[in-house]
Each structure stands twice: as C-alpha cells, then as structure tokens.
C-alpha cells in the first residue's frame, strides 16, 4: 500500500469526525479539532462511488499492515489518497473510469472513500 496526504490545509490537530451522506451519494465529512477547538474543517467529496466507516481507524487497513511499513505513519494524515490499496486495485478489475481511494482519519472512526472527484476542503468560522 502506498498514499500521499492531501490533506495540507487541514492544520495538525485530533479531529473528531462527523458525516453526512444524502440520498444523491454526495459525501460532506465535518472535522472538529479537539487539541485547538477553533479547528472546524469540512472536506466535500460530492457524489460518491463507495464509502465505509471504521470505528477503530488503525483498523482501515488491517490486511496491508503486514504487507507495508508505510502504514505505521498514516496517522500523520488526516485527509490520503491511497495511491496502491488492495481496495483499489480490486475495484480498477470491475470499474474502468478514473477514480481515487481517500482515506479520512479522525480520533473517533476512519472513512474510507471511492470517489471520482478529488474533495474540496473548507475552513469553517464559528
């Protein structure tokens, strides 16, 4: 498995994850920092293709621990593609347009994302 964060306008904190998905697919995932609480991000994936919830988010990628070391510093991101997962490179054998894997990682639960779209990132003031 191999990823890159995307992530870089979302400042380094613990966020705690919220979802909403309506029923066109469209994914909008809200951050709320809990280390500096003016932290308030949501990331907007639009219409999406797959997603899953894991409550545990080291558990995201159970089977790839012991293919990669480079799992080890995932949580230094918050918002990854995943370049290489065996995820994608199941889903690339069935589904032939262009699509990425993100991951999502927060300190309640981690998301894994299909999408065709990259996210748009939103700084929110409260």
Not at 116 to 123: A, D, R, T, Y
Request: glycine content about 6%.
């Amino acid at each position: 498995m191999s990823w890159v964060n995307i992530g870089n306008k979302i400042e380094s904190d613990w966020y705690e994850l919220r979802c909403k998905l309506d029923e066109g697919t469209h994914l909008k995932i809200y951050l709320d920092g809990l280390k500096n609480q003016d932290n308030h991000f949501y990331i907007d994936f639009g219409n999406v293709l797959f997603c899953k919830a894991i409550d545990e988010s080291w558990d995201l990628n159970p089977i790839e621990i012991l293919d990669n070391n480079n799992t080890e510093s995932i949580a230094k991101g918050v918002l990854v593609e995943l370049t290489h997962s065996q995820l994608r490179d199941k889903l690339q054998q069935v589904y032939f347009k262009t699509f990425h894997h993100y991951q999502v990682i927060g300190i309640n639960f981690g998301i894994d994302v299909i999408s065709e779209k990259f996210p748009l990132i939103f700084k929110l003031e409260k």
